[in-house]
């Protein structure tokens, strides 16, 4: 019983605290025939004048899945586990039917589908890039007849949305015609990451379940290499209740990538590599990083130690000079790169270069460090050889 409240209790929560951050805006469009609001989520932090960018979600069925999913990426990027983002919520109580209802046994988007897509892609996204300092990751999330919308994304020549979240999702007969249709191998030619979420659960009817398990097992079989396709499965007696535990699941997949390094991707990424790739691995993550979220994070020390047995053990710690010019050139106060500095000369017994780092380094921190009297004893180990 307490598991079951624990996402309404957060949910609540976290209404109050970022209800302050909320914007909301008319847009008169051009495509679809009414005004239409959204609600803009600024996160904590955004600064106009800052150099600071930030990924995209748009969330369709805003009415009910905006405030879940703002709660969820506010608490993930206190975690450290996402970048904070902006979110925009399209509200569409009154509009749903007219937006995304569709006849099931129909391939094509009907002429309000189409509208609504066009509404989307070149008003709402078009607007807030415009207007707020936006990175080029984009998210895109809706349930049921939203999410079987959100799928007609994946046909754009060039492919802006890197994240298409489709929660207990309503597909037609044709679905998987209209993939096929997608030529969704070309992804790989992009040089770009994508994430495809679905989830089935077993409070949805069988027919439902079995639509939904043929479009994942076809997506899955496509191994796409940067199109990362991710199948979720709900025990769960409720849709609503597969919809909140969607959310967070999503979230999790999507920014693994931003996360610190987990034991996962150390065991099945990073620990059969080479020293020399294991540094480049670090590199290019943070690289990734900076790149997709706007967030320029250095690199996580957590991130140092977890290859730092590969430098050092593999290859007689031969790369452990350029694992400490990389730390030096990206954390100048920071005693790690000197530290790894001499372990590479004192390995090489080049005892005068090993103790002038090991000192350098200790001159950086501070004597209340707890690790300041490890590090001192390095420079009475050797300074007597």
């Known amino acids: ?79 450290d586990k996402a970048p904070k983002q902006i979110v925009v919520g399209i509200e569409m109580e009154k509009t749903r039917k007219i937006d995304t209802y569709f006849n099931l046994n129909e391939e094509k988007l009907t002429t309000n589908n189409e509208k609504f897509y066009q509404f989307i892609k070149n008003e709402v996204i078009f607007d807030i890039e415009s207007n707020y300092k936006t990175s080029p990751f984009i998210s895109i999330i809706g349930d049921g007849t939203s999410a079987s919308l959100i799928t007609n994304f994946l046909r754009e020549g060039k492919p802006f949305i890197n994240s298409y979240i489709c929660i207990n999702p309503t597909f037609s007969d044709f ?117 997709l979220f706007g967030t320029n ?29 990389m730390i030096l050139k990206l954390f100048p106060t920071s005693p790690l790169g000197d530290y790894y500095l001499g372990r590479y000369y004192e390995k090489g017994n080049d005892i005068r270069k090993a103790l002038k780092y090991y000192k350098i380094g200790y001159g950086k921190m501070d004597p209340a460090d707890p690790n300041a009297d490890a590090f001192y004893e390095n420079i009475l180990r050797i300074g007597g050889r």
Do not use: H, W
Not at 227 to 255: H, Y
């Open 1 to 79: 019983m307490i598991k079951k409240s624990l996402p309404l209790i957060f949910l609540l929560f976290s209404i109050c605290t970022f209800s302050q951050k909320i914007i909301k805006k008319t847009i008169v469009s051009d495509f679809v025939d009414s005004k239409r609001t959204i609600r803009i989520y600024l996160p904590e932090g955004y600064d106009e004048t800052k150099e600071k960018n930030y990924p995209l979600a748009i969330v369709l069925d805003a009415e009910y899945l905006f405030d879940a999913y703002v709660g969820n990426a506010v608490l993930f990027a206190s975690k």
């Open 175 to 291: 679905i998987g015609n209209k993939l096929q249709s997608f030529n969704l191998g070309r992804y790989q030619n992009e040089d770009n990451t994508f994430y495809f979420y679905t989830n089935n659960s077993n409070s949805f009817s069988d027919e439902k379940q079995i639509k939904i398990g043929e479009v994942q097992s076809a997506l899955t079989g496509l191994e796409i290499k940067n199109f990362n396709v991710i199948n979720d499965t709900i025990n769960t007696s409720s849709s609503i209740s597969a919809m909140s535990e969607a959310i967070p699941r999503a979230l999790d997949k999507t920014f693994e990538i931003y996360s610190a390094i987990s034991k996962e991707e150390f065991d099945t990424k990073v620990k059969d590599l080479s020293p020399i790739d294991a540094i480049a691995y670090l590199e290019n993550k943070y690289l990734e990083i900076e790149f």
């Open 297 to 325: 994070l250095g690199i996580r020390e957590r991130d140092i130690y977890a290859v730092e047995k590969i430098i050092i053990e593999k290859e007689n710690g031969d790369q452990l000079l350029n694992f400490g010019k």
